[in-house]
């Protein structure tokens, strides 16, 4: 335990702990004669127990007006879980639900449905250190790497605020990788790119993508939220002429990420059923033994001496109660 004060000056105030053995806390009386006083040794451990008392009561008040405290520490701690970064679109579609209509009373936004599933997955996630980012135009920090769910929580629902502009997939995930720079290597890695488009990827974005992932060994798992009668992932071209990331993105995007030398998997979501089962089989398959550190704050110990002060201070007020008086 790293011990320390926040007001060390008070601890000059220890020397009034040997007041008790300059004086006396009874009456001093005369006697005839010293061989009448006849002392017991269980008269003799009382008095020690009486000056002890006093001098831990003195001693506990001072130091815990010193404010004695252990310091924040940070804990090593086992569990299983993933390193897990959320990239969150934040493009003006994803205001509209599945079928591409306004939300209303009936029916969820694709962001709603993505931010109240999300937001169940994180609950059920004890050990999991997650962060968030977003997208739109540009990519957006929205929070790091942590284990304190409250800040996830929160940084996911900042989702309920309309999306603005267009998807730009390479700025969010070099984002999203971005939370793994200073990060040590245990357990696993994830990014949850949650995206209802895409688009083309230059060769010099789909390099530094494809160095980043190999280089921080991030598995990478993409939940496209389809809108009904829109193309897909696994769509095929009318013709060969179609067949290119400017018609086609989002079947371009699908096949650079399989050839990519970390784990992908691709999730079509057309329902919020169907992104409810994706996220479950993330939830089952990113539970590895992980290692991650927790802070524990400062703790103070002022309490506790101020009750052991008290406790002493009422000991040997009922001892002086109990002092015969002539």
Not at 33 to 62: D, Q
Not at 90 to 111: I, L, V
Not at 277 to 299: C, G, H, M, V
Request: aromatic share 8%.
């Amino acid at each position: 335990m790293n011990l320390a004060f926040s007001h060390p000056w008070l601890l000059l105030l220890l020397p009034l702990c040997l007041l008790p053995l300059a004086s006396s806390l009874f009456e001093r009386r005369a006697a005839a004669s010293i061989p009448l006083v006849m002392l017991s040794p269980v008269t003799i451990w009382l008095h020690r127990l009486i000056l002890a008392s006093a001098i831990i009561s003195i001693a506990s008040l001072i130091i815990g007006m010193a404010g004695l405290h252990i310091l924040e520490q940070t804990v090593s701690r086992t569990g299983n879980g993933a390193h897990i970064v959320f990239v969150l679109d934040r493009s003006a579609s994803m205001n509209e639900t599945f079928g591409g209509k306004t939300p209303d009373e009936n029916e969820q936004s694709k962001a709603q449905a993505a931010r109240r599933l999300l937001s169940e997955f994180v609950s059920n996630r004890p050990h999991d250190l997650l962060g968030v980012a977003g997208f739109s135009t540009q990519p957006f920090y929205v929070s790091p790497l942590t284990e304190h769910k409250s800040a996830i929580q929160a940084a996911i629902n900042s989702m309920e605020t309309p999306g603005l502009a267009f998807t730009n997939v390479a700025k969010g995930l070099g984002m999203g990788l971005s939370y793994f720079k200073d990060q040590p290597h245990t357990g696993s890695r994830v990014i949850v790119l949650v995206s209802d488009g895409a688009a083309s990827l230059d060769h010099r974005a789909q390099k530094t993508l494809r160095e980043w992932f190999e280089r921080y060994r991030v598995s990478l798992y993409w939940f496209f939220l389809r809108t009904e009668n829109g193309l897909g992932i696994y769509s095929e071209p009318g013709s060969p002429q179609d067949d290119n990331p400017r018609v086609m993105p989002e079947r371009h995007l699908h096949k650079f990420f399989n050839t990519l030398s970390v784990p992908y998997h691709a999730y079509e979501v057309d329902t919020v059923e169907s992104l409810q089962d994706s996220i479950a089989e993330l939830d089952e398959l990113e539970s590895l033994p992980l290692i991650y550190e927790e802070k524990i704050p400062r703790q103070p110990l002022s309490v506790w001496l101020y009750s052991i002060a008290l406790l002493g201070l009422l000991l040997l007020i009922a001892v002086k109660l109990l002092e015969k008086r002539s």
